[in-house]
């Protein structure tokens, strides 16, 4: 395992759309192991693979309830709205925004072997799974978001 570069904006492969991942091998397994390690080492909860520079449908998520590798990622069953908690971003450093997002959604999505599987999630996990697909397609949060602003703006309200 190594620990990959973190793509920063205004890098422009952030904005473009993920391919397919369609090879389940040990290319893939140790991609999805560096972005793991990568993730944890920043620390973060979630990173889509173009965040280190691999246009893929690759995602992994660790809300703190354990690790999510998802290829492929679908989501759907979209249910209620909320608007916080603000999100960051690891390829966005030192902003925040208030993003509104749904409450629940399904995932769709295969295992690193190829395999499907599927899971609903719901508050946090399902905001971060929304992030982090958002970012196969191009879409950062700071496109979508109703407010940004600095952390520190935030603690002085």
Do not use: W
């Amino acid at each position: 395992m190594a620990i990959r570069k973190i793509v920063l904006v205004p890098d422009p492969i952030l904005k473009e759309k993920s391919k397919t991942v369609t090879k389940f091998n040990e290319r893939l397994h140790k991609l999805l192991d560096d972005m793991a390690e990568t993730m944890y080492d920043a620390p973060g909860v979630g990173l889509a693979a173009p965040q280190v520079g691999i246009l893929k449908r690759a995602i992994v998520v660790d809300d703190g309830n354990g690790l999510i590798e998802a290829i492929n990622p679908e989501l759907s069953e979209f249910e209620g709205e909320e608007l916080d908690p603000p999100e960051g971003c690891l390829s966005i450093p030192g902003l925040l925004g208030s993003v509104r997002r749904s409450t629940k959604v399904r995932l769709k999505a295969q295992d690193r072997y190829g395999e499907p599987f599927e899971l609903e999630a719901r508050d946090y996990l399902a905001r971060v799974l929304q992030h982090e697909v958002d970012h196969l397609n191009g879409v950062l949060f700071t496109d979508i978001a109703e407010r940004i602003f600095e952390p520190k703006e935030e603690e002085e309200e």
